[in-house]
């Protein structure tokens, strides 16, 4: 059950004609039960996951993962792009080649995005069970993405569509150490390639394919292609990112002490994949997130069940960049934590 009559500006203020969803009137029945004008959409498909693994030697194992994976569909609030869009069939000049082919309809709904992964890894230990050598070599193909679509003047409200096709390769590793008694260093890293491999097919209503380049919006500024630019990375996805600690372990007395140092790098990614929208100057909102890299440290003394220790975060007091977005209509950035040093006490309660 819903309804299409919402509160907004006061329906019964500014219409008085609106129907009114408190009273079940026969003549606005079309209007306050949804249901009756199945708009209801359903979607089914099978997914599965397969695993095959082979331990190669005691300490050596190989494994091959195929899985696949899905995000459910969903509803707009229009199945318009508004007044003046240049995607709709009005009496506008920016709107001509739309009402020559009865503009773009984005629908109602839209479906599931399908993702589809493939991974060979492996895990192993050598020297003894001194090292441990672990990884994986992946491929993603994300198919029929959901992408937002928010750029005004060409979309009033916000819509959601099925867009086109990603793919992302990319490998990690992870390796454990144990150089000497109560040393070890640990350290990790992956590289990821992402990119729009197909684009999405904008037709008319005739099916007729929409020429971007020959749009423009009521205020005559340049309509970008919604397909997308083929080879265009995904957002939030640095191409490399890597880790690595040392810590050194002692025993003295009767106290177990220890030590320990890290260092975190990500490079260069994209706050989102939305080209369209622009701020008030005109520039791009797909801001880009410069490379960072952080230091980590901190020292315990423990004895029994209680342990003491003093850690620092971000200890070079780094102004990482972690996300940006437009939403407020200004730039907003959301940093890492600034430099912080604590002191910290744990104590393990053990049952009987």
Same mark, same amino acid.
């Not at 300490?59 to 994976?69: E, F, I, N, R, V």
């Not at 090292?131 to 003047?153: F, K, M, T, V």
């Not at 990603?166 to 260093?185: C, F, K, P, Q, W």
């Not at 904008?202 to 083929?230: E, M, Y």
């Given at each position: 059950?819903?309804?299409?009559?919402?509160?907004?500006?006061?329906? #019964?203020?500014?219409?008085?004609?609106?129907?009114?969803?408190?009273?079940?009137?026969?003549?606005?029945?079309?209007?306050?039960?949804?249901?009756?004008?199945?708009?209801?959409?359903?979607?089914?498909?099978?997914?599965?996951?397969?695993?095959?693994?082979?331990?190669?030697?005691?300490?050596?194992?190989?494994?091959? %993962?195929?899985?696949?994976?899905?995000?459910?569909?969903?509803?707009?609030?229009?199945?318009?792009?508004?007044?003046?869009?240049?995607?709709?069939?009005?009496?506008?000049?920016?709107?001509?080649?739309?009402?020559?082919?009865?503009?773009?309809?984005? =629908?109602?709904?839209? @479906?599931?995005?399908?993702?589809?992964?493939?991974?060979?890894?492996?895990?192993?230990?050598?020297?003894?069970?001194?090292?441990? $050598?672990?990884? @994986?070599?992946?491929?993603?193909? $994300?198919?029929? /993405?959901?992408?937002?679509?928010?750029?005004?003047?060409?979309?009033?409200?916000?819509?959601?569509?099925? =867009? =086109?096709?990603?793919?992302?390769?990319?490998?990690?590793?992870?390796?454990?150490?144990?150089?000497?008694?109560?040393?070890?260093?640990?350290?990790? =890293?992956? $590289?990821?390639?992402?990119?729009?491999?197909?684009?999405?097919?904008?037709?008319?209503?005739?099916?007729?394919?929409? !020429?971007?380049? /020959?749009?423009?919006?009521?205020?005559? %500024?340049?309509?970008?292609?919604?397909?997308?630019?083929?080879?265009?990375?995904?957002?939030?996805?640095?191409?490399?990112?890597?880790?690595?600690?040392?810590?050194?372990?002692?025993?003295?007395?009767?106290?177990? /002490?220890?030590?320990?140092?890290?260092?975190?790098?990500?490079? #260069?990614? &994209?706050?989102?994949?939305?080209? &369209?929208?622009?701020?008030?100057?005109?520039?791009?909102?797909?801001?880009? &997130?410069?490379?960072?890299?952080?230091? !980590?440290?901190?020292?315990?003394?423990?004895?029994?069940? $209680?342990?003491?220790?003093?850690?620092?975060?971000?200890?070079?007091?780094?102004?990482?960049?972690?996300?940006?977005?437009?939403?407020?209509?200004?730039?907003?950035?959301?940093?890492?934590?600034?430099?912080?040093?604590? &002191?910290?006490?744990?104590?393990?309660?053990?049952?009987?």
């Amino acid at each position: 059950m819903g309804s299409t009559v919402g509160s907004f500006g006061c329906e #019964h203020i500014n219409f008085p004609n609106a129907p009114n969803p408190c009273v079940n009137e026969p003549n606005y029945k079309e209007f306050i039960n949804l249901n009756a004008l199945h708009l209801d959409r359903t979607f089914s498909a099978f997914r599965s996951r397969a695993n095959l693994s082979w331990k190669v030697t005691y300490d050596a194992l190989l494994y091959y %993962t195929w899985s696949q994976g899905f995000r459910a569909g969903g509803f707009n609030r229009s199945a318009s792009c508004g007044c003046g869009s240049p995607l709709t069939s009005g009496p506008y000049p920016n709107e001509a080649q739309a009402r020559e082919h009865g503009g773009w309809n984005p =629908g109602l709904a839209f @479906a599931p995005d399908t993702l589809t992964n493939n991974e060979l890894g492996w895990k192993s230990t050598w020297l003894d069970r001194r090292l441990q $050598w672990d990884g @994986a070599i992946y491929q993603e193909d $994300w198919n029929h /993405a959901q992408i937002s679509l928010n750029a005004p003047g060409i979309v009033d409200l916000s819509l959601f569509i099925n =867009g =086109g096709n990603y793919r992302v390769r990319g490998i990690e590793t992870s390796l454990i150490a144990r150089l000497a008694s109560g040393l070890s260093i640990e350290a990790g =890293g992956a $590289w990821d390639h992402s990119e729009l491999v197909k684009q999405r097919s904008f037709l008319w209503t005739d099916g007729t394919p929409i !020429d971007f380049s /020959a749009l423009q919006t009521f205020n005559k %500024t340049k309509v970008p292609d919604l397909r997308g630019v083929l080879g265009s990375p995904l957002a939030g996805a640095p191409p490399l990112q890597g880790n690595i600690r040392a810590r050194y372990d002692l025993a003295f007395n009767g106290y177990d /002490a220890f030590g320990q140092i890290g260092v975190v790098h990500q490079a #260069h990614s &994209l706050s989102t994949t939305d080209q &369209l929208t622009h701020d008030l100057r005109g520039n791009s909102t797909a801001y880009g &997130l410069p490379a960072f890299t952080t230091l !980590d440290g901190a020292f315990g003394v423990g004895k029994d069940a $209680w342990l003491v220790q003093i850690y620092g975060e971000n200890l070079t007091d780094t102004r990482a960049q972690l996300f940006a977005n437009y939403s407020q209509y200004y730039k907003a950035i959301t940093v890492n934590r600034p430099r912080t040093i604590g &002191l910290r006490f744990s104590y393990r309660f053990r049952g009987k």
